[in-house]
């Protein structure tokens, strides 16, 4: 059984190594390397201007209720 799971395990890893795209999309190249624009961020306890997070790790979760 143990051999089974680790066989699995293997082959999900290639399949998920092998599912990964082969390089950057085009509509993003001219976007590489420059800087994001500072815009203003709204949350529930105000507002925030991106350029105060900089050196930080920032995750932006964009979500719609529809």
């Not at 509509?27 to 050196?55: C, M, N, Q, R, W």
């Amino acid at each position: 059984m143990k051999w089974l799971a680790f066989a699995f395990t293997i082959a999900s890893a290639v399949s998920l190594v092998l599912a990964q795209p082969s390089g950057t999309p085009d509509a993003l190249k001219p976007y590489i390397g420059k800087p994001v624009p500072d815009v203003t961020l709204v949350d529930v306890e105000g507002k925030h201007k991106l350029s105060s997070f900089k050196g930080k790790v920032l995750l932006l979760n964009f979500w719609s209720p529809h």
